[in-house]
C-alpha cells in the first residue's frame, strides 16, 4: 500500500508540472493580449464625484511602441488633445492655442478630473518591459501577479493584477506607490474578443486618495487594423 500511494503522489506531482504554468509565461500572455500594433478607440468616459456625474466623449490613437493621442471629442473639454511621446506629456489647449509638456510625476496627474492618471491612460503597458514578476496565488479562473517596477520611474512601483486564465485580461489591479500605499483600484468587465486579442470594453478606476467618487471608461467603437501615420503622433499635429 506504501508503495502504491508513493507512485501515485510522484504521478500526481509530474502532471501537475506538466499543466502548472509560470509567471513568466503567464506575463508574456498578458502582454501578448495587451499590447496592439495600433488601435483606434472611441470611448465615453463617466466622472462620478462629489458634484455629480459629468461626462467626456475621447477618441484615441495609440502604437506598439508607446505614442499615444488622445483627443476630447464631446464634453466640458472638448478639443483639448493629450499626446504621449516615451516619457513625456504635452497638453493642448485651443482656447489658449498653447501647449503644455509634463514630465515625471506629472503623469500621475489626474486626466481631466477623472480617476484616471495621465499615464493610465497612454502609457506603455508591457509588463515584461517595466516590471519583475511574482505569482503570488491562482484558482480555476484567474492568476494573482504581483509586480515590482524595474526602475523608479514607474508611475506605479507595485501592481496586484488578477488575470483571467481563459483571456488573459487584468480584471482587477490594485497600484501601489513605493511604500506600498494603495492609490488606485481598477476593475473591469464586459470582455470581447476583437480579431486575436480579448478586451474588456468596460473600466472602472477609483482613486484611493480621494474622498469620494469613481470613473468608468466604456469603450464604444475599437480598431486594431488600421495603419497610423507618425505626423499623428508630432508636437506639429496638436494645433490642427
Known amino acids: 500500500m506504501k508503495k502504491k500511494l508513493i507512485i501515485f503522489t510522484l504521478m500526481a506531482i509530474v502532471s501537475f508540472n506538466l499543466f502548472a504554468i509560470d509567471v513568466n509565461t503567464i506575463v508574456k500572455n498578458y502582454d501578448n493580449n495587451s499590447v496592439f500594433e495600433t488601435s483606434i478607440v472611441e470611448s465615453l468616459i463617466v466622472i462620478k464625484d462629489s458634484l455629480g456625474t459629468s461626462k467626456q466623449n475621447i477618441k484615441s490613437w495609440s502604437t506598439k511602441d508607446g505614442k499615444t493621442l488622445i483627443e476630447i471629442t464631446d464634453g466640458p473639454d472638448q478639443g483639448q488633445k493629450v499626446l504621449r511621446l516615451n516619457s ?110 480579448y478586451v474588456a470594453f468596460k473600466v472602472e478606476m477609483v482613486d484611493l486618495l480621494k474622498r469620494q467618487g469613481s470613473t468608468t471608461l466604456i469603450i464604444e467603437s475599437l480598431d486594431l487594423q488600421t495603419p497610423l501615420d507618425d505626423y499623428l503622433f508630432s508636437t506639429d499635429n496638436l494645433s490642427w
Open 88 to 197: 513625456s506629456i504635452f497638453l493642448y489647449y485651443p482656447e489658449a492655442n498653447q501647449i503644455i509638456r509634463l514630465q515625471g510625476s506629472a503623469l500621475k496627474d489626474s486626466f481631466m478630473g477623472s480617476d484616471f492618471s495621465y499615464e493610465d491612460l497612454s502609457g506603455d503597458d508591457s509588463i515584461i518591459n517595466n516590471y519583475n514578476a511574482t505569482l503570488m496565488s491562482e484558482d480555476n479562473s484567474s492568476y494573482i501577479v504581483k509586480l515590482q517596477a524595474k526602475s523608479r520611474k514607474e508611475p506605479y512601483q507595485t501592481q496586484i493584477l488578477t488575470i483571467e486564465k481563459i483571456t488573459f485580461v487584468c480584471t482587477k489591479a490594485t497600484l501601489m506607490s513605493a511604500s506600498g500605499k494603495e492609490l488606485r483600484k481598477m476593475e473591469s468587465s464586459d470582455i470581447r474578443k476583437v480579431d486575436d486579442k
